[in-house]
Nanobody, 127 residues
Framework: QVQLAESGGGWVQAGGSLRLSCAASGGAFSSGTMGWFRQAPGKEREFVAVIRWSFGGPSYADAVKGRFTISRDSAKNTVYLQMNSLKPEDTAVYYC????????????????????WGQGTQVTVAS
């Protein structure tokens, strides 16, 4: 059974940094897609960033482009989200999502296309 274990959320002042981790187990993601979505209170879940394992580069939402960096450690089946220059509007529960086999590019932006989800980790950015 596939499990995604997230860590690294917390509280930070605006302008600060956090790094989220998502470790996948129980499945083969060597050719899959892993990424991050977030949901703020009263808002819908939104795409943040994704990386398609062993193919192509990362993709980012416009709101985080230039501030967030997604990366992977294939040996550890882990994806990271380095978040810099955090803003109060980045406050949300961040969810790791994964799907195998790899999603086509047009499908990566919708959470409905991902089969596996983590439990979520809270990120709070104070102004």
């Amino acid at each position: 059974q596939v499990q995604l274990a997230e860590s690294g959320g917390g509280w930070v002042q605006a302008g600060g940094s956090l790094r989220l981790s998502c470790a996948a187990s129980g499945g083969a993601f060597s050719s899959g897609t892993m990424g991050w979505f977030r949901q703020a209170p009263g808002k819908e879940r939104e795409f943040v960033a994704v990386i398609r394992w062993s193919f192509g580069g990362p993709s980012y939402a416009d709101a985080v482009k230039g501030r967030f960096t997604i990366s992977r450690d294939s040996a550890k089946n882990t994806v990271y989200l380095q978040m810099n220059s955090l803003k109060p509007e980045d406050t949300a529960v961040y969810y790791c999502a994964a799907h195998t086999p790899r999603l086509i590019l047009s499908a990566i932006y919708s959470g409905q296309n991902y089969a596996y989800w983590g439990q979520g980790t809270q990120v709070t950015v104070a102004s």
